[in-house]
């Protein structure tokens, strides 16, 4: 008996060790994803997206079928699930046309089941009141996310971001929020990151702390009160290890569990470790969210397990969060495309090839480029072939123009390719600007694509209508391009004299975004791209808001014209040769048009050829420092042949 009692209570201590064991370790769920931009339906196009069957269909993406894998991982996870994301879940769609009386997508992400989401810089397009103004919309929706940001600063001298202060300090926002599940409690807090805050101009008089000095004060603030540290971070990754924020940020920062990245739309397919913090990301647009499994035992982390789940169609949609879409749908067509005579669904186009943007000349860009140079021409009594030339950066262009099953295009399609921006009248959407500049600032303007965007990335490079380039990447910076000829396909090109002496105006059209930058990107090049915008009568340009393009001229007042109107303007000049009442894509938009021609080159006539004071300063400057070392060997030798001499 007493040895019965002996083993009996060995058994019973080793189970309650087990158990205690047990309770002390976690399986826990982190769900994410980043940069969904308003992107609620599989694309491209959205016509192809069948949410309610499976494999039946080649879109990507679409916030039902991410509902469904949500669903799915939470019925068969043992621990505590997380639904974050890494920010700019706003701007890319017709949803966001009512973000600020609707606040769609934060509704939505709520219907999802998201706990927290951080602000990226796109969340910050409509301007701090638009901002603003979208957060008080989200009140009224249930479960909503925690939005959170923890490096934002409001400026004390203007009074323009106030109404965005008082949403903060009501709690709209915080910098950081604990959520307790199943005994877990989850420290997570928002950053903006450097790179996203200098691509969010419309963000002042807001501004942004250094990221790593805010990470390190949240950490410092939740190490005592979670068991794990989250950080939603919009710094991004970058193959050059120096500009890659969020490993920085990791390097940097001690105590940070996870770093759920966003901004970069960098596709992972498994997580990188760096100084015990793991860090993940997900492309964009909700091609794909990634789901870690992590072991707590006894105040330690361990990653179990990584998957990269690609949202495509075999994954069934929620038909709640369907419905809900369907319900955005036409909201948006009552309240906003009826007056422009368009609908969500609406066929504009037909066509037998896809338009796809590149990291060089495309047919996208040729083609949204050639419509802002149409809109122009329309809108104009002063059109010049050789004379008018329109630019857009990629960085504007979001999405392809994809022919899909039906070889048709959408409204809705059309749209997404140029989404972005915000007028000066708070209507959505970037507008038109008209400036006149001289040949050579032509030449400075398109000198961004040869000697800036090699360094910043895609973004960066200039799509071109009204003008052909060619450059030589061999020559020095600022100074590679070595021909410009002004024209079209239709009516030929005319090189153009781009010296100093020719004093005679161009006509360039972009967005305010882009127009903007040729206006300050002098400032960044210590004056050697310095652009003077221009009237017609060569006067200088204070405001670019003067020079708005009116696309209404019969109303009073000046009424926008919107970049994203544009590409539907210039569709109706097209054949219709089906005679459908549905213009059809024009052959020439399925290749390049050699409008922009590189010519490497290291013979010496090419390299100065064409060349502006840039080139030759450096010349002079190379040619003085040859001299300098001619004249010291010189020197050299001179006392070497001395020295022989006396010791002769």
């Known amino acids: 008996m007493h040895n019965f009692m002996k083993y009996l209570f060995i058994l019973v201590s080793v189970f309650i060790c087990l158990n205690t064991a047990n309770a002390a370790r976690k399986e826990i769920n982190i769900i994410h994803t980043n940069d969904l931009h308003s992107h609620f339906l599989g694309f491209s196009p959205n016509q192809d997206y069948t949410p309610e069957t499976v494999l039946d269909d080649d879109t990507i993406g679409g916030y039902a079928r991410i509902a469904t894998m949500i669903k799915q991982i939470k019925d068969q996870s043992n621990g505590p699930v997380l639904v974050l994301d890494g920010g700019d879940f706003l701007m890319g769609s017709f ?36 901002l603003a103004q979208i957060l008080y919309a989200a009140q009224s929706h249930e479960n909503r996310p925690a939005i959170l940001g923890s490096n934002v ?3 004390e001298e203007s009074t323009e971001d106030d109404t965005l202060e008082q949403a903060f300090l009501r709690g709209l926002v915080t910098p950081y929020t604990i959520i307790e599940k199943d005994g877990v409690k989850f420290g997570i807090f928002g950053l903006m990151g450097t790179d996203a805050a200098e691509k969010s101009p419309f963000s002042k008089p807001v501004s942004f702390s250094d990221p790593v000095a805010a990470a390190q004060k949240m950490v410092a603030t939740l190490k005592d ?51 015990n913090t793991l860090i993940v990301q997900t492309w964009e647009y909700g091609k794909q969210m990634g789901h870690i499994k992590l072991d707590l035992d006894n105040q330690k982390v361990r990653v179990t397990d990584y998957q990269s789940i690609s949202i495509d169609d075999s994954i069934p949609g929620d038909r709640k969060i369907s419905e809900a879409i369907k319900t955005y749908e036409s909201q948006i067509d009552q309240a906003v495309l009826e007056e422009h005579g368009l609908s ?52 504007v262009i979001r999405d392809d123009l994809l022919k899909g099953k039906t070889n048709s295009i959408q409204a809705c399609d059309l749209f997404r390719a140029v989404p972005l921006g915000i007028g000066l009248d708070g209507s959505l959407g970037y507008p038109l600007i ?23 990335g895609s ?24 021909d410009i ?93 089906n005679n459908d009442g549905i213009p059809e894509l024009p052959e020439k938009y399925s290749k390049k048009l050699g409008r922009i021609i590189s010519e490497p080159s290291l013979n010496p006539v090419n390299l100065v050829r064409n060349s502006t004071w840039v080139t030759w300063t450096a010349i002079g400057i190379l040619a003085f420092g040859l001299c300098i070392v001619l004249a010291v060997l010189m020197f050299i030798r001179k006392k070497l042949f001395i020295r022989k001499k006396l010791s002769h």
């Open 225 to 275: 009160k979670a068991d794990i540290i989250i950080c939603l971070s919009h710094g991004g990754l970058d193959k050059n290890k120096d500009k890659s924020e969020d490993e920085l940020l990791a390097q940097k920062v001690d105590g940070i569990d996870v770093i759920i990245s966003g901004h970069t739309h960098t596709k992972m397919e498994a997580p990188i470790t760096i100084n």
């Open 485 to 577: 000829w002004t024209g079209d396909e239709e009516n030929g090109y005319k090189q153009l004299d781009f010296s100093r002496a020719n004093t005679n105006l161009i006509r360039v059209t972009a967005d305010i975004y882009n127009a903007t930058f040729l206006k300050i990107i002098g400032g960044y090049t210590y004056n050697i791209l310095e652009i003077i915008p221009k009237d017609k009568d060569g006067n200088p340009i204070d405001k670019l808001a003067s020079a708005v393009i009116d696309g209404d001229r019969d109303r009073d007042g000046i009424q926008e014209l919107k970049e994203w109107k544009a590409p539907f303007e210039y569709l109706p000049s097209f054949e219709d040769n």
């Open 153 to 155: 600063v409001f400026s």
């Open 434 to 456: 008209s400036m006149y500049i001289t040949p050579l600032e032509l030449k400075k303007g398109v000198e961004i694509l040869t000697s800036i965007q090699p360094a910043k």
């Open 344 to 395: 969500f669904r609406k066929t504009v186009a037909q066509t037998d090839f896809d338009l796809r943007l590149a990291e060089e000349e495309s047919p996208l860009g040729n083609f949204l480029a050639d419509s802002i140079r149409f809109a122009v021409k329309k809108y104009s009594d002063d059109f010049n072939p050789f004379a008018d030339v329109a630019i857009i950066s990629n960085g």
């Open 459 to 482: 973004d960066y490079f200039l799509q071109i209508a009204g003008a052909k380039v060619v450059y030589n990447p061999k020559r020095i910076m600022f100074d590679r391009v070595t």
């Open 95 to 130: 949803f966001h046309l009512l973000a600020r009386e609707k606040a769609f997508e934060l509704e939505l992400l709520g219907k999802m089941g998201y706990d927290a989401v951080t602000l990226g810089n796109h969340e910050f397009d409509l301007k701090p009141k638009g």
